[in-house]
């Protein structure tokens, strides 16, 4: 099958109002979830469709300075995607393989949430990214933060990164977000460790598809980051907008944040043994096993000694 | 004038030979049901082990909703002041309770009196923070003390929960002297992550630390 779908704004609407609606009306009443894919409705606004890239983030920030200098605002919700990114780089500027039928999106959000809640921010992409391969792979399991593998193989792999408007001063959130679809060649150092829709299936998906998919998921995941800021301070009264430490006390206390929740869902972390580090593959730092997931979604690992770290950044490889 | 001809050596040295403590106020971290774990005269240690995992002695178990939180001590010293008329009793968030009275080494007395000339650039938030990858090549390749910074430059990246935000250097231009975190560690918001020295400023600190390691010795 080729790429039959053409991604665009109407789309995702169609598969928003088809699909997603009914499939969280599952689990939450109908005015709940029309509110929170209100909240998300900034998602994929504007969608810019490249054949070739050096890179979308890159690309993203320049459009985002353009705007700048020009005294216009950017908006929100805008999405870059390529068939194919020639110069893409993951964290710490490792070479990111983006060949062409691989999935390869950039979405710019502008950050409106308070400091407790945008630390998820990381999350939100990942869980619907795992969403969206479930529907076709049912082994996929999210890895702390935001990595998708099956079997130990990494599917798709996310680049969160925040820039500063110089003139708006505007926070603005980047994200990167690579699936490996209808690609199956991968460079040798990467050949055990990643895998395709293509392999898994035995056949080419519909690239855009997923695409349009996965944006529906992320104008939910997004959604709900909202939401529950929301529904956090309401519990809490207004009173604790104005006491900083109380309103971090109240975020990591709330044990039910609903992306949160959903996070440990779809996530295969918990008691494995692992090796941490904030740049695990050049300098790890150390072996631990996952205890706990807290409510703000920092890891909290037993090392050998039976003693406790938690840690809010960084990366682990899974050793059993 | 030049710097120096403001700052009196004489009267900060004396002052840390007189008193070579820092005395750490102990704040309650939010509301609830405070009851003590050390008294006045009580000796505390702070955070350590390889991975700064083994937390410091308890100082107190605050209890909110039935959920009881024990809060450990950040340095090491000696409890100088309590508020144990509080014991038992419903503190707010944010109430000085304890005071710890810390040793300070010579390591310490040294940064303290560079903070007075050096200038600090400061954690925005409570993340990781490692420097930028221009910077650290530049910090490799020439030494620290060798890495001139200017407003707008790129100096750190600051981590959380793997979303990357470049930071920026404001304030005056100038070298890296001091470093006050280390990759990899969870830094609090408004804690100093550098000290910035400018040019000019050096043989002055340079200065500073020969005469702090002779009157120590």
Known sequence: MGITTTLSAARIEQLIREDEINYRNRSFPLETVLTVFRYGGAVAADILRFDKLERGMAHAKALIREHEDSGRAFSGGLVITANELTGGRGRFNRFWHAPAGGLWLTVVLVNTLMPASSALYSLAPGVAACETILEDIPAARLKWINDVHVAGRKICGILVETMRGAVSGEEYILLGIGVNVNNEKFPRELSESAVSYKQLLAGECDVNLIAARFLAKLAWNIGLLHYEENRILAEHGPGVLSDPARLSEVFTDSADHLLVKRWRELSDTLGRRVRFGHNVQEQPRFEARVKDINSDASLVLELDDGSIVTENSGEIVYLD | ?217
């Not at chain 2, 403590?21 to 955070?47: A, C, L, W």
């Not at chain 2, 003390?145 to 200017?150: H, Q």
């Not at chain 2, 979303?163 to 918001?189: A, C, L, W």
């Open chain 2, 1 to 217: 004038m030049h710097q120096e001809d403001n700052i009196d050596f004489d009267e900060i040295i004396s002052k840390y030979k007189a008193d070579p403590y820092d005395y750490v106020d102990i704040h309650s971290i939010h509301t609830g049901r405070i009851r003590f774990q050390v008294e006045v005269g009580s000796q505390v240690e702070g955070v350590s082990g390889e991975w700064r995992h083994i937390p410091g002695t308890t100082l107190y178990i605050l209890n909110r909703e039935r959920n009881p939180k024990p809060v450990h001590s950040p340095t090491n010293g000696e409890i100088s002041f309590i508020r144990d008329d509080l014991e038992g009793q419903f503190v707010e968030a944010a109430e000085k309770i304890i005071t710890i009275k810390h040793p300070l080494t010579k390591r310490e007395i040294i940064d303290g009196i560079l903070r007075e000339v050096l200038y600090p650039f400061v954690a925005p938030e409570r993340a990781k923070y490692f420097f930028s990858m221009d910077i650290q090549s530049r910090i490799d390749r020439y030494g620290q003390r060798e890495v001139f910074v200017k407003p707008g430059d790129e100096l750190f990246t600051m981590s959380l929960m793997k979303r990357e935000t470049p930071i920026y250097y404001e304030g005056e231009p100038g070298i890296i002297h001091s470093n006050y975190f280390k990759p990899g560690e969870s830094v609090d918001q408004g804690q100093p992550l550098v000290g910035i020295c400018p040019k000019n400023t050096l043989p002055l600190i340079q200065r500073i630390i020969t005469r702090v390691k002779a009157e120590w010795e």
